[in-house]
């Protein structure tokens, strides 16, 4: 009974000090100065209303308009091509075709053209000596001197020369249609570039057999090369910046695997189907910029920070577009203020409430 009682007095013993050094322990803790807190050293602008651009990057494709594919219209050995990389010159020759099939038959139908004027004088020369006997043969009709049977009979020869003539002149003309066909035909022998360019492809080798309406190369032209460039439906481009100039673009109303097209006209010697890299103009006008260090996001919701005095006041704004160069906003409210550009983590001081001093 003792043991318990003495064990009891000790429990109480220790419960009472606990609560005595509790008292004094919040005693001192009341008696301690709050923490002293220091203002953050912000920069701050003052926005203005101007004429600007935002672009983000992007990948274009140069393309051309005149590009030019050389065909031929018939069947020939390649004997010339130019290299692939060569400059051309307008009218220079880029490519020659074996001839000599096509200038055989160029001969043999002057050959058969030739024999046919030869009958056709013949038979013009049989004509006319054939209607003279007619005539004489009337004459002697007349005085009994001659047969009817002998004059229907030179009647008849007289129709078939006219019509021999009749066959050797369509013989004639077909052959010298066949002959301005093969002329026409000889000069795709010999292929001249129609634009001054760079042999960019090569789609036959010396020795192949070009065959018609296939390419045997291309050239690529110095002009009417163009920036193509393919977006999807939520990026309306303003422009493109391609070398640092700013370029006009021009939807094609057209789509390539669900993107759209749209075109900038450049002045570039590069090979067409070369990638580039270019800025995509999303906004391109009158506004407030900021850079992107002036703005909190949070929430979905945007606020600039106005310095008022020692305190930065949160003012909500609207971003109208968002680009490598910065931010757009079309609140003209924060015209003519002291706008806190810092970083985010002091950003959310500022909302705490700390005091903040301007360099």
Do not use: W
């Amino acid at each position: 009974m003792i043991k318990k009682l003495i064990l009891l007095v000790l429990v109480l013993v220790i419960a009472i000090s606990l609560i005595v050094l509790i008292k004094v322990r919040k005693k001192e803790l009341a008696q301690l100065k709050p923490p002293k807190t220091y203002p953050v050293v912000v920069k701050t602008i003052k926005p203005a209303v101007s004429d600007f651009y935002l672009s983000m990057s992007g990948l274009g494709l140069i393309e051309s308009s005149v590009d030019f594919n050389v065909t031929t219209k018939l069947a020939a050995r390649v004997l010339y091509l130019k290299p692939i990389g060569s400059r051309v010159k307008k009218g220079e020759v880029v490519v020659r075709l074996d001839s000599s099939s096509t200038k055989a038959k160029i001969a043999s139908a002057q050959s058969s053209l030739k024999s046919l004027y030869s009958k056709l004088n013949s038979v013009k020369l049989s004509l006319k000596n054939m209607i003279l006997t007619h005539r004489r043969t009337k004459a002697l009709l007349k005085v009994k001197g001659a047969s009817i049977e002998q004059y229907q009979k030179e009647e008849d020869i007289i129709s078939s020369l006219k019509s021999s003539i009749d066959a050797v002149k369509s013989q004639i003309k077909s052959i010298k249609s066949d002959i301005t066909s093969l002329k026409t035909l000889l000069s795709y022998t010999v292929i001249k570039s129609p634009v001054e360019g760079i042999i960019s492809k090569k789609y036959s080798n010396v020795g192949d057999v070009a065959m018609p309406g296939k390419p045997i190369c291309s050239i690529s032209s110095k002009g009417g090369k163009y920036v193509l460039l393919r977006l999807p439906d939520d990026i309306k481009p303003k422009g493109v910046i391609f070398k640092g100039k700013f370029l006009n673009v021009v939807a094609l109303n057209s789509t390539f695997n669900g993107l759209n097209e749209y075109k900038a006209d450049v002045n570039t010697t590069l090979n067409t189907n070369t990638r580039v890299k270019v800025g995509i103009v999303i906004f391109k006008g009158k506004a407030v910029k900021l850079p992107f260090n002036a703005v909190l996001s949070d929430n979905g919701k945007n606020y600039v920070f106005v310095a008022d005095k020692d305190r930065a006041i949160p003012e909500k704004i609207k971003i109208i577009a968002s680009g490598e160069q910065g931010l757009a906003v079309n609140d003209k409210s924060i015209l003519g203020k002291q706008i806190v550009i810092t970083k985010p983590d002091i950003f959310i001081k500022l909302l705490g409430g700390v005091r903040i001093v301007k360099e």
